[in-house]
Nanobody, 131 residues
Framework: QVQLVESGGGRVQSGGSLRLSCAAS?????????LAWFRQAPGKEREGVSC????????GYADSVMGRFTISRDNAKNTVYLQMNSLKPEDTAVYYC???????????????????????WGQGTQVTVSS
């Protein structure tokens, strides 16, 4: 059974940094799965933030986080990270980790990942950025 557990959320001032972690079990952070981060602010739809696959080292980012957020993985720890720098109040949201068995559109470097394409989800971690 696939389980994803996020951690690292919290409250930070505008311009600050946080690193989110997603520990995976039941699915190996390997060639066979795409891993992604999504977020959902109150009253808004869930949106893709970033994704990563190992087979060709591809990553994808939402335009709103490009250049500020970096996704990475540690295969030995079966963990995916999201380093968030230069945080803004509009980054405030619950952040979710998700995984899906790899297919071509799961993670593309030309766009943010789509939540409709992902199967397994974590419980989320709150990120609050104050101005």
């Amino acid at each position: 059974q696939v389980q994803l557990v996020e951690s690292g959320g919290g409250r930070v001032q505008s311009g600050g940094s946080l690193r989110l972690s997603c520990a995976a079990s039941g699915v190996t952070v390997s060639y066979y799965y795409a891993l992604a981060w999504f977020r959902q602010a109150p009253g808004k739809e869930r949106e893709g933030v970033s994704c990563i696959i190992e087979s060709d080292d591809s990553t994808g980012y939402a335009d709103s986080v490009m250049g500020r957020f970096t996704i990475s993985r540690d295969n030995a720890k079966n963990t995916v990270y999201l380093q968030m720098n230069s945080l803004k109040p509009e980054d405030t949201a619950v952040y979710y980790c998700a995984a899906v068995r790899l297919f071509p559109a799961a993670c593309m470097d030309t766009e943010a990942p789509s939540p409709k394409r992902y199967t397994y989800w974590g419980q989320g971690t709150q990120v609050t950025v104050s101005s």
